[in-house]
C-alpha cells in the first residue's frame, strides 16, 4: 500500500506564484516517477509535469518555462513550484506516484493523491 498526500494550494493572483508539496508512503521497494496532473472544471485531468527518478522529466507545453518539478529530501518526495500563474492554471492538482512492489516479482503500480485546488483570480 502506498498513501499520497498533497499540500500547499490556495487562492493567488494572476501572476503570483504557488509551491505544491507532494509526499508518498507506505510499503514499496522504490520509486520509478511522481509527477502532477490537473483537472479543471468540464476538462479531463491533463499531466502537468512528471520526473521518472533517475530518468527524464517532462512538462505539458501550456507551462513550459512557468512550472518547476524537482525531487525533495528523498525520492519519495516531489515538489512543483508555480510561477506566473495564469487563471487558467485554476484546477485540482493531483500527485501521481508510479511505485514499484515484490510480489512474486516486481510490479509497477499507480497511486494518487487526493488533490490540492489551486485557485487564480484575474
Known amino acids: 500500500q502506498v498513501q499520497v498526500v498533497e499540500s500547499g494550494g490556495g487562492v493567488v493572483q494572476s501572476g503570483g506564484f504557488l509551491r505544491l508539496s507532494c509526499e508518498a508512503s507506505?510499503?514499496?521497494?522504490?520509486?520509478?516517477?511522481m509527477g502532477w496532473y490537473r483537472q479543471a472544471p468540464g476538462k479531463q485531468r491533463e499531466l502537468v509535469a512528471n520526473?521518472?527518478?533517475?530518468?527524464?522529466?517532462t512538462y505539458a507545453d501550456s507551462v513550459k518555462g512557468r512550472f518547476t518539478i524537482s525531487s525533495g529530501e528523498s525520492e519519495h518526495s516531489v515538489y512543483l513550484q508555480m510561477n506566473n500563474l495564469r487563471p487558467d492554471d485554476t484546477a485540482v492538482y493531483y500527485c501521481?506516484?508510479?511505485?514499484?512492489?515484490?510480489?512474486?516479482?516486481?510490479?509497477?503500480?499507480?497511486?494518487w493523491g487526493q488533490g490540492t485546488q489551486v485557485t487564480v483570480s484575474s
Open positions: 507506505g510499503t514499496f521497494i522504490s520509486i520509478h516517477s
Open positions: 501521481n506516484v508510479q511505485a514499484n512492489h515484490y510480489i512474486g516479482s516486481i510490479v509497477t503500480n499507480d497511486y
Open positions: 520526473m521518472v527518478i533517475g530518468g527524464p522529466t
